[in-house]
T-cell receptor, first 115, second 116 residues
Framework: DQQVKQNSPSLSVQEGRISILNCDYT??????FLWYKKYPAEGPTFLIS???IKDKNEDGRFTVFLNKSAKHLSLHIVPSQPGDSAVYFC??????????????WGLGTSLAVNP | DADVTQTPRNRITKTGKRIMLECSQT?????MYWYRQDPGLGLRLIYY???????NKGEISDGYSVSRQAQAKFSLSLESAIPNQTALYFC???????????????FGEGSRLTVL
């Protein structure tokens, strides 16, 4: 059963507009969430993260929002650029893993930013 | 140069052949992982190792084996490849001390394997 869900397999936005990528999780013990970006023929690269003690983390054009009560997080990209076109993975860690925590991954959302 | 290097980057092989994918890292991380990516299935963990003497199965270890030859090297073997092992394979590393034990991973560029 998927503990981390990205319900939109794909998203298309116009250059300059906002991209919003969503992620839902089921395990209330997750305490750290990460977004990775993946271009074709390359490995995923870390983009931005958020701890469960926060509800927002911002890094330049990228902002992640966390709603713990809804078990939902979202990644906002403003303004979107054609170079942002990639697959975005949401991942979570925590629970009772202690020192052995591992990432639990969503299936990814493919973002296309059109010029 | 990449911090996490995978070889080969592309490989085509036949059913029943033995295949080894190699991963080496210069990040000095103790923890290494092997994932496979399939369309629509995201990233799935095959094996992971927290140090040289530690090997653990992931979600989908059947049909695979690994060897942690040194801190910097972690290889994945398919003893007898089958077509449904056709996928993109990623090696990754992590350092709980450096990232505050968040689980953050650093990935190689991937190895595309096709089994005919």
């Amino acid at each position: 059963d998927q503990q981390v869900k990205q319900n939109s397999p794909s998203l298309s936005v116009q250059e300059g507009r906002i991209s919003i990528l969503n992620c839902d999780y089921t395990n209330s013990m997750f305490d750290y969430f990460l977004w990775y970006k993946k271009y074709p023929a390359e490995g995923p690269t870390f983009l931005i993260s958020i701890s469960s003690i926060k509800d927002k983390n911002e890094d330049g054009r990228f902002t992640v929002f966390l709603n713990k009560s809804a078990k939902h997080l979202s990644l906002h990209i403003v303004p979107s650029q054609p170079g942002d076109s990639a697959v975005y993975f949401c991942a979570a860690s925590g629970g009772n893993a202690g020192n052995n925590r591992k990432l639990i991954w969503g299936l990814g959302t493919s973002l296309a930013v059109n010029p | 140069d990449a911090d996490v290097t995978q070889t080969p980057r592309n490989r085509i092989t036949k059913t029943g052949k033995r295949i080894m994918l190699e991963c080496s890292q210069t990040k000095g991380h103790d923890r290494m992982y092997w994932y496979r990516q399939d369309p629509g299935l995201g990233l799935r963990l095959i094996y992971y190792s927290f140090d040289v003497k530690d090997i653990n199965k992931g979600e989908i270890s059947d049909g695979y084996s690994v060897s942690r030859q040194a801190q910097a090297k972690f290889s994945l073997s398919l003893e007898s490849a089958i077509p449904n092992q056709t996928a993109l394979y990623f090696c990754a590393t992590s350092d709980p001390r450096g990232t505050g034990n968040t689980g953050e991973l650093f990935f190689g560029e991937g190895s595309r394997l096709t089994v005919l």
